[in-house]
């Protein structure tokens, strides 16, 4: 009883800390956090150089975005125009942010395990019950976002971004000049650690300069309400074909192709499943669907490109 009432004291700090109202669907969702992240490796450094008699730490709180002096007392330290106690320990894996009262951890259990964790690039990643959602072995999430949205080439386009995730499609499009982008997220808790992860684009921020558009929805439902050839530029990220198969389906890439004008790009992400164990080839069962909707295809990164006739 008593973990139940500590757990449900913590989550009213963290509603009252970060959250603010809660999302409605199809409009903005959150104001981003701007206080320090803590990994165990930055909380180390800091210890490291206040053990050293160091009165200052030269380092980031913000995943790489910026680097910033930390002043070092022997029981507090600040930063901007907050101080903080010193956490007496960390996991490994994992990003703590403050919560008002503690150093508390990125993540969220809501029937699934939501977390964001660090990654060698700074540029974070996030996992559902343990399965990592972003590509990180060979290069940061955000590059990896890069050399697929220049498939799809959204300058002065409007896109749409079918699948929102950590934003980075979104981000990458903003910073390639795209004109509007139209972005979609069924799961609240990765809408939450969004508003978390300094390197997620904010939609009210000046440099989005109002071209981004977040929605909190299902885009399998959400996509019949859009226009006929309203996008020049499309983005698909889906969960994989276990967990949503209706993002697979031949109904859905119809959709895909109504809403997309003739010319228009589409990068489809697959993955590269092994198709020895798995006995499918998902990669070419998609570029087979799309085609039958309208779109030329071809293999193209981990995914399908796709060009609508």
């Given at each position: 009883?008593?973990?139940?009432r500590?757990n449900?004291?913590r989550?009213?700090r963290l509603a009252?800390?970060?959250?603010?109202?809660?999302p409605?669907?199809?409009?903005?969702?959150?104001?981003?956090?701007?206080?320090?992240?803590?990994?165990r490796?930055?909380l180390d450094?800091?210890?490291?150089a206040?053990?050293?008699?160091?009165?200052r730490?030269?380092?980031?709180?913000d995943l790489?975005r910026?680097?910033?002096e930390?002043?070092?007392?022997?029981?507090?330290?600040?930063?901007?125009?907050?101080?903080?106690?010193?956490?007496a320990k960390l996991?490994?894996?994992?990003?703590?942010?403050w919560?008002?009262?503690e150093?508390?951890?990125?993540?969220?259990?809501?029937?699934?395990?939501i977390?964001?964790?660090p990654?060698?690039?700074?540029?974070?990643?996030?996992e559902?019950?343990?399965?990592?959602?972003?590509?990180?072995?060979?290069?940061?999430?955000?590059?990896?976002?890069?050399?697929?949205?220049?498939?799809?080439?959204?300058?002065?386009k409007?896109?749409?971004?079918t699948?929102?995730?950590?934003?980075y499609?979104?981000?990458r499009?903003?910073?390639?000049g795209?004109?509007?982008?139209?972005?979609f997220?069924?799961n609240?808790?990765v809408?939450?650690l969004?508003?978390?992860?300094?390197w997620?684009?904010d939609?009210?921020?000046?440099?989005?300069?109002?071209?981004?558009q977040?929605?909190?929805?299902?885009?399998s439902q959400?996509?019949t309400?859009?226009p006929?050839?309203?996008?020049d530029?499309l983005l698909h990220?889906?969960?994989?074909?276990?967990?949503?198969?209706e993002?697979?389906?031949q109904?859905f890439?119809g959709?895909l192709?109504r809403v997309?004008r003739?010319?228009?790009?589409?990068?489809?992400?697959?993955?590269?499943?092994?198709?020895?164990?798995?006995?499918?080839d998902?990669p070419?069962?998609?570029?087979?669907?799309?085609?039958a909707?309208?779109?030329?295809t071809?293999?193209?990164?981990?995914?399908?490109?796709?060009?609508?006739?």
């Open positions: 009883m008593l973990a139940k500590l449900t004291a989550s009213t009252a800390h970060t959250l603010g109202p809660q409605l669907i199809g409009v903005r969702y959150l104001p981003h956090y701007t206080g320090p992240l803590l990994t490796e930055t450094a800091i210890l490291a206040r053990g050293a008699g160091h009165g730490w030269p380092g980031t709180l790489g910026t680097q910033e930390v002043l070092l007392d022997a029981t507090q330290w600040r930063w901007r125009d907050g101080s903080y106690p010193y956490p996991k490994d894996r994992t990003i703590y942010f919560d008002g009262e150093f508390a951890p990125v993540s969220r259990f809501s029937g699934s395990l977390k964001l964790v990654t060698e690039w700074q540029v974070p990643t996030f559902i019950d343990g399965i990592k959602m972003l590509p990180t072995s060979k290069e940061s999430p955000l590059d990896d976002a890069q050399r697929k949205v220049a498939l799809v080439e959204p300058r002065g409007p896109v749409l971004d699948c929102g995730g950590l934003g499609f979104a981000r499009c903003l910073e390639a795209a004109a509007s982008i139209r972005s997220e069924k609240a808790d809408l939450w969004r508003t978390l992860n300094p997620s684009p939609p009210d921020a000046a440099a989005a300069g109002g071209r981004l977040l929605s909190h929805a299902d885009v959400a996509i309400t859009l006929d050839a309203a996008f530029a990220d889906p969960p994989r074909f276990g967990i949503a198969g993002l697979y389906s109904a890439y959709e192709a997309a003739r010319g228009a790009r589409l990068f489809h992400y697959t993955g590269s499943p092994n198709k020895l164990t798995s006995g499918r998902v070419r069962e998609v570029a087979k669907r799309l085609e909707a309208g779109f030329k071809r293999l193209a990164l981990d995914g399908v490109l796709g060009v609508r006739r």
